[in-house]
């Protein structure tokens, strides 16, 4: 059974830092895109960072670049994303995703799987 679970979201203030992980199960993490998305109350979901596991490359979004960083531990099956420098525009549920078909991308409607979130506020 996949499954894949977030943790380290919390409350922090602007400028601080946050180490998200993601441990993956049912499944190894090998050769397959994961990443994480983000979620803000009213906004759409949206791709933040993706690793891919066939030929190493990462994706960020452009509000995130030089701030946030994806590392991939496969022999712990587990993605993490350290984020730097937070902003009160980073506040949303963040969840873990993964992409089976092996294609490198960060599309939400691409991922197969997806953890609970977990949610992450930026606020004084």
């Known amino acids: 059974q996949v499954q894949l679970v977030e943790s380290g979201g919390g409350l922090v203030q602007p400028g601080g830092s946050l180490r998200l992980s993601c441990e993956a199960s049912g499944f190894t993490l090998d050769a397959h895109t994961i990443g994480w998305f983000r979620q803000a109350p009213g906004k759409e979901r949206e791709g933040v960072s993706c690793?891919?596991?066939?030929?190493?490359?990462?994706y960020y979004v452009d509000s995130v670049k030089g701030r946030f960083t994806i590392a991939r531990d496969n022999a712990k099956n587990t993605v993490y994303l350290q984020m730097n420098s937070l902003k009160p525009e980073d506040t949303a549920v963040y969840y873990c995703a993964v992409d089976f078909r092996r294609t490198p991308n960060c599309i939400v409607k691409r991922m197969d799987y997806w953890g609970k979130g977990t949610l992450v506020t930026a606020s004084s």
């Open positions: 690793s891919s596991g066939t030929d190493g490359s990462t």
